[in-house]
């Protein structure tokens, strides 16, 4: 037996499953950005995770799921991720750099699927913070403007500066001549409803409290939810996931799953 004496990231380079970093973007002192090779053999249905990580200071991969934010036709892998001072991944995770390596296995899973929603007109994406990350890959992705009418997209963070990463993705995705030819005048469907809870903004407020008092379907023009028309995805933390269902269920929607399409599916984002 070796003794584990190596860093982090060359101890990885060892496993069958490592991924080189490609680059690395910082958003705020709470939230990171960044980019790996991807697998050649990998695919994945956007919405999916996989799981990821480095390896432990015990010698053993250290992993947890990651929601990839990348859509399924880009050659690499986008992760987007929470630094926690004290959190055993995020702790050091938040300090790679280009060209180190991590940990990926490519077995991607999750509910955050077009395959576990019955058709509809109108789909909305409800997030909060690093819930974000399965929205990035399908508000990339030709199927969902292929699928819906209207596609929405709301995010509620703490602060404006925790609203950077979706902002710039919304505006990238509606300013790329790629996707533009590969959506066609489909991202025009695409709207954006970011709101926060902690700091000045032009929408304030839990997305939550905005659904129940109809402020949302005052600003967006919309009428309401039904389960005839209306399709939701929810990623965020276990109260933020259990309060929507109760909003969701109450508008008359019901919980899909792979197996079982229904109406609206939901996913924890990762928190620590
Ligand atoms: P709040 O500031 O009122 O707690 P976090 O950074 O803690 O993960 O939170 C991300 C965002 O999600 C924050 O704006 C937070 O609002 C909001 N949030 C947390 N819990 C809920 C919930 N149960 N319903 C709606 N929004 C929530």
């Not at 190596?6 to 060892?14: D, G, L, N, P």
């Not at 050091?92 to 509809?120: F, N, S």
């Not at 700091?199 to 005839?228: A, N, W, Y």
Request: aromatic share 8%; proline share 6%.
């Amino acid at each position: 037996q070796k003794p584990v004496t190596q860093s982090a990231a060359t101890a990885v380079k060892a496993l069958p499953d490592a991924q080189t970093v490609t680059q690395v973007q910082h958003w705020t002192d709470r939230l990171f950005s960044f980019r790996v090779t991807r697998p050649q053999t990998l695919r994945f249905r956007s919405g999916e995770f996989v799981m990821i990580g480095l390896m432990g200071d015990n010698g053993k991969p250290l992993l947890r799921a990651y929601s990839i934010a990348s859509p399924s036709w880009d050659d690499e892998l986008e992760f987007y991720s929470i630094k926690v001072q004290d959190g055993p991944l995020t702790s050091k995770l938040q300090h790679i750099q280009e060209g180190d390596q991590i940990i990926l296995r490519p077995k991607p899973v999750g509910t955050l699927v077009h395959d576990a929603l019955l058709p509809g007109k109108r789909i909305w994406f409800f997030a909060t913070g690093t819930g974000i990350a399965p929205f990035a890959s399908l508000i990339r992705d030709p199927e969902t403007y292929e699928n819906y009418d209207e596609v929405i997209l709301t995010h509620t963070c703490r602060d404006v500066a925790e609203l950077e990463y979706g902002r710039r993705l919304v505006e990238s995705v509606k300013n790329d001549e790629m996707l533009r030819e590969l959506i066609g005048d489909g991202l025009d469907k695409l709207r954006y409803y970011p709101t926060t809870t902690r700091e000045e903004s032009p929408k304030m407020g839990r997305i939550t409290e905005l659904l129940k008092d109809g402020t949302v379907f005052r600003d967006l023009g919309i009428e309401g939810m039904s389960p005839e028309t209306d399709r939701a995805m929810v990623c965020g933390s276990l109260a933020f996931n259990h309060d929507l269902k109760d909003i969701l269920e109450g508008f008359g929607l019901r919980e899909g799953a792979n197996s079982d399409p229904k109406e609206y599916v939901v996913e924890k984002a990762f928190v620590g």
